[in-house]
């Protein structure tokens, strides 16, 4: 009789782990068609002083299971009003493209629905630079 009780309740047990990991699947399908691999390559650009423009070239790949409209925008982080459309990608599941890239600040790429502009991915690039910028100037004099 201990056999068939411990057997009902390894069977329920069995069935609500089935239970959960179907669930987990199920979420796990919707999720998997909406994300979208996106990267941006270099993710940091290096100027010789601090506050000079950097200048690098760009490779943005992004990959999706789904077709859908998408854009590329570029967003600077410190001028709240500088956003750039620079590419689309009507109707497809993957987009490559080289973008020229001339700042001395922190940029931001993001990738967005091309009907309703809704933000899908987004990566920064870092500028950093070697020497810091010194407000000291020395004057060189012979006499």
Request: aromatic fraction near 10%.
């Amino acid at each position: 009789m201990y056999s068939s009780v411990s057997k009902g309740i390894s069977l329920l047990v069995y069935s609500l782990y089935i239970g959960f990991i179907s669930a987990v699947k199920a979420d796990d399908n919707t999720t998997v068609s909406t994300k979208v691999a996106f990267s941006v390559q270099p993710q940091q650009c290096v100027t010789l002083r601090q506050g000079r423009d950097c200048f690098a070239t760009i490779t943005v790949h992004w990959q999706k299971l789904t077709e859908q409209s998408l854009c590329l925008y570029q967003i600077n982080t410190k001028q709240t009003a500088s956003q750039k459309q620079l590419i689309c990608w009507p109707k497809s599941n993957k987009g490559q493209a080289s973008v020229a890239f001339e700042s001395s600040d922190n940029l931001t790429y993001q990738l967005r629905t091309l009907q309703d502009k809704q933000l899908v991915a987004e990566a920064e690039i870092v500028v950093s630079w070697v020497h810091k910028n010194t407000t000291v100037r020395r004057r060189w004099r012979l006499f």
